[in-house]
């Protein structure tokens, strides 16, 4: 399927819109500077864009909901809880509460972003993804980066640069749930984020690939990650760090 037209995103007045969904489990520490980070980018979003920030506190036992609440008090946004059996399922709830924000009667558009709450995402990070969707791209993948290693081995940097040569020379370069950005209609059309513990994002994309949407990798739009221990997905980038930890 070709790429959809400018003229079909801001053409004729028509409205649209920005949800950034965020699933948190027991992030207290880290998600005020995810938030923080999301706002500041929503802020460089133009007219007539709006855009609305979605938290999925998702089977939590902390205080996610009241440091979520606090840190987002002036900004458009919704607290959901969640019990899911899975990240890609606690996304797909986030997109859900997105939807009820801004059902199809009040917008023909709605541009989905993720992120992940041990994430920070750059203050242009929005704007990239809808320059891109304005030039026709039903997708944005971008990529991560680490910047505080902690109690990592100092050779697990190298050997994650060494592992992401090995997946650009085999063409299997990862995609993100930190940094992914998708139309709404389109993830309906291709059946929504896949309910699995891990790799929903590649399989997202997967999806869509496969339906003949057009997905934009751009490995030079950057949100940084938390190289922590404490992973929250079983199969996630902190899984990806141990296995490099012991090989490195």
Known sequence: MPPRQPSALVGGGTPWHVAVVVPARDEVELLPRCLASVVAAAERVPVPAAVH????????V??????????????????????SDSVGGARQVGVDA????????????LWIAMTDADSVVPPHWLCYQLRAAARGWDAVAGGIAVTDWGDRSPRTADALTAHR????????????????????????????????????????????????????????????????????????????????????
């Not at 902390?62 to 019990?83: K, M, N, P």
């Not at 997105?98 to 558009?109: D, G, H, I, N, S």
């Open 62 to 83: 902390d205080d996610t909901e009241a440091v979520a609440a606090t840190t987002l008090a002036s900004a458009s946004a919704s607290i959901v809880r969640a019990r």
């Open 165 to 248: 040569r090995d997946q650009r020379r085999t063409g299997t370069a990862a995609v993100h749930g930190a940094n992914l950005g998708i139309w709404a209609d389109v993830l309906a059309a291709v059946g929504g984020i896949p309910a699995v513990a891990h790799s929903e994002d590649a399989g997202t994309v997967e999806l869509m690939e496969r339906a003949g949407r057009p997905v934009l990798r751009a490995p030079d739009l950057i949100v940084t990650t938390s190289a922590r221990r404490s992973w929250r997905t079983p199969g996630g980038f902190s899984t990806l760090l141990d296995r490099l930890d012991s090989t490195a």
């Open 53 to 60: 920030i979605v938290v999925v506190a998702d089977r939590c």
């Open 98 to 109: 997105a939807l009820q924000v801004w059902p199809p009667a009040r917008t023909r558009r």
